[in-house]
């Protein structure tokens, strides 16, 4: 079936260096595409979004890259910090009349001092 | 301004009984989604409501509905809880919930059924 899915479920980087997290799509229709965090105990809180007719945009230290040829996107985190570390997600939203949003499993990012 | 509002925080129950969840959106926001999170089948869309009419509806079984109230405020609803529904529930909310919108996320009520 149809499905958003996440290359690795856990990253480990050290402080200061740069972290790249992955999202594969299946849906080749899918428009728009959002990336959560969501720290321990909390909600997942939106990062940034990115529409099909880009291929890049970016926000305060993050990036989305999205390539629609092999139905891949990634978030680029730069100078990665220990405020960073939390579980990344990527979703798509599947209703073109509404809102209903499906994820990928997530991962994992842990920041070495 | 305040964020996506849930309560409570935290719930047990038991098995066969039932429960009402409360979700208030984050001002001026008409459309309310909920989404159900568990480690094993990680977040998964319940529904979505705007302008007090459900619009979408995922594949959970009847015991699991919702509503929301003219003010935008939502709630949802399990009835005869089953070990399964133990859960960490999300509710989210956006602007208009068009399409090209994202959700915000309120931190959820984690409910445990014994």
């Known amino acids: 079936g149809e499905s958003v899915g996440l290359h690795l479920p856990t990253l480990s980087v050290q402080e200061g260096d740069n972290s790249i997290i992955n999202c594969a799509y299946s849906n080749s229709a899918s428009d728009y595409f959002i990336w959560y965090k969501q720290e321990s105990g909390k909600g997942p809180q939106f990062i940034i979004d990115?529409?099909?007719?880009?291929d890049k945009r970016q926000g305060q230290r993050v990036t989305v890259l999205l390539n629609k040829t092999v139905k891949h996107l990634s978030l680029q985190i730069a100078a990665t910090q220990p405020g960073d570390s939390a579980v990344y997600f990527c979703?798509?939203?599947?209703?073109?009349?509404?809102?209903?949003?499906?994820f990928g499993q997530g991962t994992r990012l842990t920041i070495n001092p | 301004k305040a964020g996506v509002t849930q309560t409570p925080r935290y719930l047990i129950k038991t098995r066969g009984q039932q429960v009402t969840l409360s979700c208030s959106p984050i001002?001026?926001?008409?459309?309310v989604s909920w989404y159900q999170q568990t480690p094993g089948q990680g977040l998964q869309f319940l529904f979505e409501?705007?302008?007090?009419?459900?619009?979408n509806k995922g594949n959970f079984p009847g015991r699991f509905s919702g509503r929301q109230f003219s003010n935008s405020r939502s709630e949802m609803n399990v009835s005869t809880l089953e070990l399964g529904d133990s859960a960490l529930y999300l509710c989210?909310?956006?602007?208009?919930?068009?399409?090209?919108?994202?959700?915000?996320f309120g931190d959820g009520t984690r409910l445990s059924i014994l």
């Open positions: 979703a798509e939203n599947r209703d073109q009349g509404a809102q209903k949003l499906v």
């Open positions: 990115i529409r099909s007719n880009m």
């Open positions: 989210a909310s956006s602007l208009e919930g068009s399409y090209f919108e994202p959700q915000h």
């Open positions: 001002s001026g926001h008409r459309s």
């Open positions: 409501y705007f302008s007090e009419t459900q619009r």
